[in-house]
């Protein structure tokens, strides 16, 4: 059975952030880099909505658990 493939930014619209690649890239100019002991649901820049929503991607391995993936592995990159 396929799931769903919900590209990156959707999951900024989920999340109910702007999606746009410019909005995208602030936010993660922002809030990068998550220190590695936090788990990513965890950060302190989610509201409870976003973070419960996250952490059921992940536990859930719901359709969007990849794109909450990739904001993961975004948010761990350094800033360059």
Do not use: C, Y
């Not at 702007?18 to 809030?31: E, G, K, Q, R, V």
């Amino acid at each position: 059975m396929d799931t769903p493939s919900h590209p990156f930014h959707a999951l900024f619209a989920q999340l109910g952030l702007p999606s746009d690649a410019p909005s995208i890239a602030h936010f993660l100019a922002t809030n990068a880099p998550l220190p590695g002991h936090v788990l990513l649901p965890d950060a302190p820049f989610w509201s409870p909505a976003q973070a419960a929503f996250l952490h059921e991607a992940l536990q859930q391995d719901s359709d969007w658990a990849e794109p909450t993936d990739q904001l993961n592995q975004a948010l761990r990159a350094p800033k360059t």
